[in-house]
């Protein structure tokens, strides 16, 4: 009797560690979702173009011109890249503060997100990634001056991003140190550092990085806790580095306790280094 249950138990485990397995990428990449935030109808003035990956997708996405500074010259351009849930515009109201100060924006849409074609992947969306790095340089020049912003999963990919082609400055908004780190917060009891197929090692990568650092985290971030945001900080190789803490906040609040105003006061403070 007590054989039959242990192999039951053995039998369940096996078959829950393979459905995690076989379905990692739905639950890790989530398009038809939603963030629930009361702020998502506010958007900034963006215009929608479309950007070519090297694998041969067009990719709807979001772009705003910088404006130009006194002295005649354009003003930087913040890349953003959205978390796991829902499509970009979800997360457009968090840019208007930097629009508002003269900053350029492209917000990136996904594959496989927003209507976008493709299935989502580490590979792909670094690619996506570089995409739009790519219409930024083609638009501005090539010594286009670009700041990667990522939230939550959109880390990963600036993470891995940086990794290929250098930024003007890395933001990292509620970042986990690698894909396996998260997934042992929900799953603590399976083997995830075995079976997870997008690893987004974000720890690695930012500890060769010497652009400038921003991290942002929640101190109630149930979802990335905050202690891998710490972590990312203290590894990041720049010793150019800043760490802001939100008591309250959680995981896609930020922008409630002044998170944006916070990125536009450290944007123009590495500008006019």
Not at 5 to 26: D, N, P, S
Not at 46 to 64: A, F, M, P, Q, R
Not at 127 to 142: P, V
Request: aromatic letters at 10%; glycine letters at 10%; proline letters at 6%.
């Amino acid at each position: 009797m007590v054989f039959q249950i242990l192999f039951g138990l053995v039998v369940l485990y096996l078959l829950i560690t393979a459905t995690i397995y076989v379905f990692q990428r739905r639950l890790m990449y989530n398009p038809q979702g939603h963030v629930n935030t009361p702020h998502r109808d506010k958007t900034p003035d963006l215009e929608k173009i479309l950007l070519k990956t090297n694998d041969g997708l067009e990719l709807v996405s979001y772009y705003k011109e910088p404006r130009k500074t006194k002295e005649g010259e354009p003003y930087p351009t913040v890349l953003y890249l959205h978390g796991n849930t829902g499509p970009a515009p979800d997360a457009a109201h968090k840019l208007i503060p930097i629009v508002d100060a003269g900053y350029g924006v492209l917000l990136l849409e996904y594959r496989g997100y927003g209507g976008n074609p493709g299935k989502p992947s580490e590979k792909g969306l670094i690619s996506d990634a570089e995409a739009a790095l790519h219409f930024i340089h083609m638009k501005q020049g090539k010594d286009a001056k670009v700041f990667y912003y990522g939230m939550s999963l959109g880390t990963g990919v600036a993470n891995g991003l940086a990794e290929r082609r250098a930024p003007a400055g890395l933001i990292q908004e509620c970042g986990f140190t690698s894909m396996t780190d998260a997934a042992k917060v929900h799953y603590p009891m399976f083997p995830v550092q075995y079976i997870v197929k997008d690893t987004f090692d974000s720890q690695r990568r930012i500890a060769h990085l010497n652009a400038p650092v921003l991290v942002l985290h929640g101190e109630k971030d149930r979802t990335v806790p905050v202690e891998q945001g710490k972590k990312m900080f203290e590894t990041a190789g720049s010793a150019d580095k800043t760490l802001k803490l939100y008591p309250e906040g959680g995981h896609t609040n930020l922008y409630d306790f002044g998170a944006s105003d916070d990125v536009v006061k450290w944007l123009t403070a590495v500008r006019k280094r």
